[in-house]
């Protein structure tokens, strides 16, 4: 069984990163997005024109997002998964995501890391928020860096 971490956020939150659930590095190092092949740092870096954000010690990178209005999560909770890949989950439990977005007074919009994490976007679905799929940033989705960071500039527009 493994198990998503808790939600990185801040009252001041504006936009919410939703990824799926953990991946074996990640797990392994209490961290999100912890894979050295993961393309996240760079994306919300290049994203924030915070080209160092990726370098910055783990605790540095998460305090930089809330100040700059992002905040994390996952949609699953809990499942079952061998490896890492979306596509190994089974017995999936959610994460209460009304809940937390009902905590989050200035949340303007829920992006999605991948099409695991979107397809679990019904529950916002009616909500006053902008939904937003994004290309994964996991290195099992081999799109090129550059056609992804022109679906994540998306995000500054609701910064």
């Known amino acids: 069984m493994k198990r998503s971490f808790a939600p990185v956020v801040n009252a001041g939150v504006r936009v919410l ?7 074996e590095a990640s797990l392994a190092a209490s961290q999100y997005y ?3 092949q993961n393309q996240f740092w760079r994306l919300l870096g290049s994203v924030l024109d915070w080209p160092e954000l990726a370098a910055l010690a783990y605790e540095d990178r998460l ?3 809330l100040a700059r209005g992002v905040g994390l999560w996952d949609v699953v909770a809990q499942a079952h998964r061998r490896g890492s890949l979306d596509a190994a989950i089974r017995d999936a439990v959610g994460n209460d995501l009304p809940g937390l977005v009902a ?3 200035a949340l303007r919009a829920v992006a999605f890391n991948g099409q695991t994490a979107w397809k679990a976007r019904r529950p916002l679905e009616g909500m006053p928020l902008q939904l937003l799929a994004l290309p994964s940033s996991s290195p099992a989705y081999t799109r090129p860096f550059a056609d992804k960071l022109a ?3 998306q995000l500054a527009d609701w910064l």
């Open 34 to 36: 912890a894979h050295p």
């Open 151 to 153: 679906a994540w500039r």
């Open 17 to 23: 990163i939703l990824g799926s659930l953990p991946g």
């Open 63 to 65: 305090a930089g997002l």
């Open 103 to 105: 905590e989050l007074p």
